[in-house]
């Protein structure tokens, strides 16, 4: 069935970092990608997402690009901020119609 | 901005006891589902809704869960006999109509079970 993997975490970066989160996925047909964010004590986010091979989803100074040749989807940042500490989770929705997660990723950010 | 809301925020239980938690999802989306998330664990699919019937559920929706539309605008979870091992965070999610539409989920309600 269909399946997202992305890294273990905890991720520990200084402020002004460069980050990238690495997100794989296995599924049939053409998938709808997304990354979600969980802020401490709230609930899911959308943060961005990309719906055909080759599209860059981007907010908020973070960007993925949906790769269909590696069936990947990795998040990335160019200057990370203390407020971007959160729990990130790469997920897609096929034909289904629901959405499968990954794991998730959580982020420390230190000043 | 249009949200998905949930109630409780947060409930506890006794183990044995029915519980209801409450969705109002966005008003012009027709597909609805619940997520569970265990704490530390990954967020997993319950069950999706649609068209007043559900349309798949996973293996953890057994006889105890059951979904329900009681009105035009509330999407309700029930939880009979309660387990220890239903606590969790439970979360609300609709959609619109149309392929790869986004799902956008409620702040979830977090339930624990004693």
């Known amino acids: 069935g269909d399946s997202v993997t992305q890294m273990e975490g905890p991720v520990t970066l200084s402020e002004e970092a460069f980050l990238t989160i690495n997100c794989t996925y296995t599924?049939?047909?053409?998938?709808?990608l997304f990354w979600y964010v969980q802020y401490p004590g709230e609930g899911l986010q959308l943060l961005l997402k990309?719906?055909?091979?080759?599209d860059k989803g981007s907010n908020k100074g973070f960007e993925a690009t949906y790769r269909k040749e590696t069936t990947s989807f990795h998040l990335e940042k160019g200057s990370v901020q203390v407020s971007d500490s959160a729990v990130y989770f790469c997920?897609?929705?096929?034909?289904?119609?629901?959405?499968?997660f990954g794991k998730g990723t959580r982020l420390h950010i230190l000043p | 901005e249009p949200e998905v809301t949930q109630t409780p925020s947060h409930q506890v239980t006794q183990m044995g006891q029915e519980v209801i938690l409450r969705c109002v999802p966005i008003?012009?989306?027709?597909?609805f589902y619940w997520y569970r998330q265990i704490l530390g664990q990954k967020v997993e699919f319950l069950v999706s809704?649609?068209?007043?019937?559900?349309?798949?559920k996973s293996e953890i929706f057994d006889d105890q869960f059951s979904v329900e539309r009681p009105d035009g605008s509330n999407f309700t979870l029930k939880i009979r006999s309660t387990k220890l091992e239903d606590s969790a965070m439970y979360f609300c999610?609709?959609?619109?109509?149309?392929?790869?539409?986004?799902?956008?989920f409620g702040e979830g309600s977090w339930l624990t079970v004693v």
């Open positions: 599924a049939t047909g053409y998938p709808s």
């Open positions: 999610a609709s959609r619109e109509q149309g392929a790869g539409n986004t799902i956008y």
């Open positions: 008003s012009n989306h027709l597909y």
């Open positions: 990309a719906t055909k091979a080759d």
């Open positions: 997920a897609l929705m096929n034909r289904d119609d629901k959405i499968i």
């Open positions: 809704f649609y068209n007043n019937e559900i349309s798949e």
